[in-house]
């Protein structure tokens, strides 16, 4: 069996994704990541994998090991929407990235790449995930700047004919689940309402700034982590046709329904306060997000999608609580 290269390995949705295939039955993984972070270290401490690459030797290790790699799984990336340095997304999230796609190109290696949702700004265009709206977007940080500028990088080089035998560019929208223990302030609501709720009982949500929106109907496409391997998975085995495509359910909630359903998986009353929305992030808070999954679809995909109260149960029950990765 050829290898399977799974970047970001020891982050939120790479760890996850290294512990799917693993139960799948693929046992030649290779786990690619900075490991020196030791603040992430549960999320690869009981993981099976062939080989464990640090990130920056990583381009040295895959040119002696090209011949054996059957696909690359870029996840990692620099995600914190606050940051406001451009030269860090420019190194982590353009130009490594760029290099992954130039290598697997080179080589006839698959690739499947983590884009983002953050791309489509506050929503002026809509949320499709075709290709012709890639050059029109506005997206409200650097971090969405960074993963537009390489979905637009990466469609001129497609266009050139310098591309990867089959490429899949996932445009993930509000990920939540297991093993994001270590994000902190970018953690998912779901994670930070169960420890508000532990420790007092209630849950703050971001106040409307916006007369369009009431309090906590600010709404968002939340999508549990197991739903998303399972769509990268399919895509590896399928490879239907390359291009950009979006990863939510396809079904907006809002944050009220989200917080909501966290008390209801702790057995707790709803118990909701609502505070100002930051002052560094309100202007570039995204009110409406809902991913178009008709290409998804077309595609082939027919797995359903866990509900927010199906996931949210999940990840508290057999996660928060018992204080577990995956």
């Known amino acids: 069996m050829d290898d399977i290269v ?12 290294l ?22 270290a549960r999320n690869t401490e ?7 690459v640090n990130r920056t030797e990583f381009f040295s290790w895959l040119e002696q090991n090209a011949s054996q790699v059957g ?48 791309t489509y700004g506050s929503g002026e265009f809509g949320y499709s995930d075709s290709h012709s709206i890639v ?13 537009n500028e390489f979905d637009k990088w990466a469609l001129e080089q497609v266009e050139e004919e310098h591309e990867p035998p089959f490429w899949a560019g996932l445009k993930f929208f509000n990920v939540y689940g297991p093993n994001e223990y270590h994000k902190g302030r970018m953690a998912s609501v779901i994670f ?26 600010q709404s968002r496409d939340f999508v549990y982590v197991k739903d998303l391997v399972k769509v990268i998975h399919f895509l590896m085995r399928n490879q239907p046709a390359s291009g950009l495509y979006n990863l939510g359910t396809g ?17 707790r009353e709803t118990n909701i306060e609502f505070i100002d929305t930051p002052l560094d992030i309100r202007d570039k808070y995204q009110y409406f997000t809902e991913a178009d999954m ?31 990765c995956w």
Not at 35 to 40: A, G, I, L, P, Q
Not at 196 to 211: A, E, M, N, Y
Not at 301 to 313: D, I, K, N, T, W
């Open 19 to 40: 512990q799917y295939l693993h139960e799948a039955g693929y046992s030649s993984l290779v786990a690619v990541d900075d490991f020196s972070k030791t603040e992430k």
């Open 294 to 324: 008709g290409k998804l679809h077309r595609a082939g995909y027919e797995e359903p999608f866990y509900s927010l109260e199906e996931g949210v149960e999940d990840y508290v029950k057999n996660y928060l609580l018992p204080d577990l």
């Open 251 to 267: 079904h907006a909630r809002s944050f009220y329904d989200l917080a909501s359903a966290t008390f209801a998986a702790m057995g």
């Open 192 to 217: 930070h309402a169960f420890h508000q709720i532990q420790q007092t009982g209630k849950v703050k949500l971001f106040r409307s700034h916006r007369p369009d929106f009431q309090d906590g109907q």
């Open 46 to 52: 009981q993981k099976s994998y062939l080989h464990k």
């Open 6 to 17: 799974v970047t970001g390995a020891a982050g939120f949705i790479g760890s996850c994704m």
């Open 135 to 147: 050059e029109k977007l506005q997206p409200l940080n650097p971090y969405g700047v960074s993963k």
């Open 71 to 118: 696909l690359i799984i870029h996840l990692g990336a620099r995600t914190d929407t606050t940051e406001t340095r451009w030269e860090i997304f420019q190194e982590l999230n353009l130009n490594y990235t760029k290099e992954v796609w130039t290598a697997c190109s080179m080589y006839g290696i698959p690739l499947v790449y983590a884009s983002s949702a953050a």
